[in-house]
Every structure is written in structure tokens, then in C-alpha cells.
């Protein structure tokens, strides 16, 4: 399978990366400038490109990102600390962002005569994100295989739909993924701020998958204290 995958250069999408890279043919990695605060993770992307030896490939739709308003992460927001499951991450969602870059990923890897579009949407996504659900991957699929009929025949490759960050940390470390070479920080400071929804997650992920964490925290302990006020 030639693989097409959508890299950020956060964790699960460079995770991924490798796995693609290691089970199938990788023939390089698609990123998007949306106007995200936190971009620095593209460099990370372009890395994880370099690394193992593919195309890296940036579209910038900065000018859609404009109009995708209201989200913590493209606009004057602040973003909230505290678990990745509450209530308040949703002020994370960029609407139908991820149906956008899928659309044109799928019109890349046509043009390139690739069999695979690889996402890296994965379970703990489901509460906050619809676009990241299963049911959003099986209707996207339907909807391609109609926009596409004829002409190419494209999968949508979503191996961690339905798994745990714990899982893709485990898998990660399967396929050899360097952690440490990854983003995920929403904030896009000089270091992974420890308190922001996807720092706790990632944080809780090692930890549950009993994996050391290479990850360099401005706050590394905040995360019990997210885990603890959820539970409570």
C-alpha cells in the first residue's frame, strides 16, 4: 500500500509515520498551515520527514484558517489547562477541520497515484471532536469513493480510530517512533507547557502505557492534579 500520511509532528501522526513507514510504503508526509498558534509543530513534521527519507509536503490554507474562527488554537483565546475529556476543550474544535485537510490530502495522493490517505484520529479525539469519530472516517470513505469514482481508488487509513493515546505511545515505541522528536502542546511555547488538555493527555498516555516520558514539561506534575478533578 502507497501511503499518503497526514503528519502535524505531534505524537500520533509521527507514531504513525513510522508504522506506515515500517508495514507499508510510505511516499511522504502532508502538513497544513491552518493559521495555528501552536505551527511550531510542523517543524517537528518536517523531522519526522527527513528521518525516514520521504517528501514533505506543507499546504497552506492559512486563508480558510481565517474564516474557521472562534477556536483557542487560531485565535486571541486563551487555551484552558485541565483534562483533554472536559467540557471546556471544546473552545479547541476548528470546524470541520479535519474534513478539509482529508479533501485535499485525498486530491494529493490521487494526483500522486497513491492507495492510502493515513490519519492518525484516534479514540480520545471522540468527545471533543466529531470529525475525528468513527462514523465521520466511515462517511468520509463513502463520500471519496463518489468523488473519486473512475478515477482513483483511495482508502482512508485509520488504524488508531478506536485505540487509546496509551495504545499509540505503546505502538509508537513498537515501531521505534522517537518521542522526544514530537509535539503536542497546544500553547507553542519553547517547551511543552504540562497544564494544556493535549499536554495532560500525552502526559497520562506514557504513564498508562508504562513508557517512559522524554517530554521536557514547564509544569510536569500538573497532570495528576487534572486526572484527580475529573475523577472527583
Known sequence: MNALVICSGGLDSVSLAHKV????KLIGLLSFDYGQRH?????????CAKRLGVPHQIVDIRYVGRNLSGSALTDNVDVPDGHYAEDSMRITVVPNRNAIMLA???GVAAAQKA??????VHGGDHFIYPDC???????????????????????????????SKADIVTEGAKYATPFE?????????????????????????????????????????FWLHAIQTRSA
Open 133 to 163: 469519530r468513527p462514523a465521520f472516517i466511515d462517511a468520509f470513505q463513502t463520500m471519496q469513493n463518489h468523488a473519486l469514482a473512475g478515477y482513483a481508488d483511495i482508502r482512508l487509513y485509520a488504524p488508531y480510530v478506536n485505540m
Open 39 to 47: 505551527k511550531k509543530e510542523l517543524g517537528f513534521a518536517a523531522i
Open 104 to 106: 485535499i490530502a485525498f
Open 181 to 221: 522528536a514530537t509535539w503536542s502542546c497546544y500553547k507553542g511555547g519553547a517547551r511543552h507547557c504540562g497544564r494544556c488538555g493535549t499536554c495532560v493527555e500525552r502526559r497520562e498516555a506514557f504513564d498508562l502505557a508504562g513508557i517512559t516520558d522524554p517530554t521536557d514539561y514547564e509544569d510536569a506534575d
Open 115 to 120: 492507495d492510502a490517505v493515513a490519519t492518525a
Open 21 to 24: 513507514a515500517t508495514e507499508q
